[in-house]
């Protein structure tokens, strides 16, 4: 290998090798910055007793946790889904940076007056507006500050009600077998 293609193989190794530290340095600000912002409710999934969700247009939801299992008592009756709970009582723990006093902002063009969609968890309210139209994030409000969050948990709650049940144990189990 001669000197000039010696000379570009390391120019690239060590463009590489700055481009992963600057990818490193940016991921890892990102994280020091939300880690200093506070939890959009001060709950954490295992102090979470009931969720309700009031769900415009739709049939609302409601949940109680009963010992280590999750129950569905609205619209229908039944042992729920912990696969799509979870996010929800991880959501009372998101932290979203951006936040802005009710009193500055025109709550019916963000959509929270009435709000999309209204989340209990216990008995602080979540009440859910429209998406920004710059990134996709959606208005929250809680009490008197509105956040602007990542756009997770308001597709995922206005799935359908049955979604949420969780699968009878006798179909999944005779289904394997039929499988097998």
């Not at 602080?124 to 929250?140: C, M, N, S």
Request: hydrophobic share 45%; proline share 8%; with cysteine.
């Amino acid at each position: 290998m001669n000197t000039l293609a010696r000379r570009r193989w390391l120019n690239l190794g060590l463009l590489g090798l700055v481009g992963g530290l600057a990818a490193l340095a940016w991921l890892g600000s990102g994280r020091e910055r939300l880690a200093g912002v506070p939890a959009l409710l001060d709950l954490t999934p295992a102090q979470i007793e009931r969720i309700a969700a009031e769900r415009p247009g739709q049939a609302n939801l409601a949940f109680k946790r009963n010992d280590d299992h999750w129950w569905m008592t609205a619209p229908e009756s039944g042992l729920a889904n912990p696969i799509l709970l979870n996010p929800i009582l991880n959501g009372a723990g998101a932290r979203c940076p951006l936040r802005y006093a009710v009193a500055e902002l025109n709550l019916k063009r963000l959509q929270l007056d009435p709000p999309r969609l209204r989340l209990w968890l216990n008995d602080r309210e979540i009440r859910f507006g429209a998406t920004a139209p710059t990134d996709g994030r959606r208005y929250l409000q809680i009490g008197a500050t509105v956040y602007l969050c990542p756009d997770g948990l308001y597709p995922l709650l206005t799935s359908a009600a049955a979604s949420f049940r969780a699968p009878p144990i006798e179909s999944s189990v005779l289904g394997r077998a039929r499988d097998e």
